[in-house]
């Protein structure tokens, strides 16, 4: 599965940005769909999850509220809306794959089987 993540760029504080990520495999609405960050410095961090069995999703409390993650079996695509957006949201956003995720493990990143390359978000204040 090949992922190709877009829609980073520059906004100021209090705006918004939409990410998308286009998956390759027809297969990937059997999938638990994720997005990460990581922000200089730091370890990369869960920021929301589409659990593949029940559709349900899942979000980092920083970011509840205010990021809506939803995919588009059809087009095999997900996205993320990023809503409120602060200067603390400033990272690289990559989405990722899991066939195998269950709900105890969708907040892992190296449970993620399949990675798309990130795409920068700064969020300036």
């Known amino acids: 599965v090949q992922l190709q993540a877009s829609g980073g760029g520059l906004v100021q504080t209090g705006g918004s940005l939409s990410l998308h990520c286009a998956a390759s495999?027809?297969?990937?609405?059997?999938?638990?769909v994720g997005w990460f960050r990581q922000a200089p410095g730091k370890e990369r961090e869960f920021v929301a999850a589409l659990f593949r069995s029940d559709g349900h999703t899942y979000y980092d409390d920083s970011v509840k509220g205010r990021f809506t993650i939803t995919r588009d079996n059809a087009k095999s695509t997900v996205y993320l809306q990023m809503n409120s957006l602060k200067p603390e949201d400033t990272a690289v956003y990559s989405c990722a794959a899991c066939p195998t995720c269950i709900l105890s493990t969708l907040r892992n990143g190296r449970q993620y089987a399949y990675w798309g390359q990130g795409t920068q978000v700064t969020v300036s204040s």
């Open positions: 495999a027809r297969t990937f609405s059997s999938y638990t």
